[in-house]
């Protein structure tokens, strides 16, 4: 596709049920990264896939947070027994780990999540 | 461990000044880095990307500079207005397969 997409937009959803966003990558880009973004903050890294591998997962918080990517494009990030705290916006990047400006990132519309 | 630091946290210019955000690193040993503008409520746009060998690279009235031994990068913005406020994040990245980490940014603000 022509950009970094992701779905669904905005979520709200009751504590305790499991979430599951989603990341559509750039045509042919073979990194993909997840971060979470408070109001006012920069995002904290979560996790990095190398086409399907997960390099780094050392940011996600608990055991609750997983991600997956099983065909090295499309992934989902499932947050499982969502809390309040929870809540922020999950934000989808990617990029071509070649050499020069192919390893520019580029970011997805990002996903709110609400934990009521 | 990578941290990166934005300073100052909030600036605010009248227009038509010419402005430096920093951008500082503990871990001079990266791949690139990476200027960000996002505007409230949106996604990040990138602006400017520098990769390690490199010193400086320039878009229209925006110019980044890297000094890896120092651990600083500034984002010059010539002949400012109104449409620049937004907030400016800097990103680093440690090597071609590693995270990227993110300052908490400057929110800038552009006076009429």
């Known amino acids: 596709g022509a950009g970094v997409s992701q779905s669904p937009r905005y979520k709200v959803t009751k504590r305790g049920q499991d979430v599951a966003l989603r990341c559509d990558p750039i045509?042919?880009?073979?990194?993909l990264y997840w971060y979470r973004q408070a109001l006012g903050q920069g995002p904290e890294f979560l996790t990095y896939?190398?086409?399907?591998?997960?390099?780094?997962k050392s940011g996600l918080p608990n055991d609750r947070f997983s991600a997956e990517r099983p065909e090295g494009s499309i992934s989902t990030l499932t947050i499982q027994r969502t809390e309040q705290r929870d809540s922020a916006m999950y934000r989808c990047?990617?990029?071509?780990?070649?050499?020069?400006?192919?390893?520019?990132?580029?970011f997805g519309q990002g996903t709110r999540l609400t934990v009521v | 461990k990578q941290e990166v630091t934005q300073i100052p946290a909030a600036l605010s210019v009248p227009e038509g000044e010419n402005l430096v955000l920093n951008c500082s690193f503990t871990?001079?040993?990266?791949?690139?880095l990476q200027w960000f503008r996002q505007d409230p409520g949106k996604g990040l746009t990138s602006l400017l990307l520098?990769?390690?060998?490199?010193r400086e690279q320039t878009s229209g009235r925006l110019n980044a500079s890297l000094d890896k031994s120092s651990g600083r990068s500034t984002l010059y913005i010539a002949a400012s207005q109104p449409g620049d406020s937004a907030t400016y994040l800097c990103?680093?990245?440690?090597?071609?397969?590693?995270?990227?980490?993110f300052g908490s940014g400057t929110r800038l603000s552009i006076r009429p």
């Open positions: 990047a990617s990029s071509w780990p070649g050499e020069g400006a192919d390893t520019e990132a580029f």
């Open positions: 045509s042919g880009h073979v990194s």
């Open positions: 896939f190398n086409y399907e591998a997960q390099q780094d």
């Open positions: 871990d001079s040993a990266i791949y690139n």
């Open positions: 520098i990769q390690s060998s490199q």
């Open positions: 990103a680093v990245k440690g090597s071609s397969a590693s995270k990227i980490i």
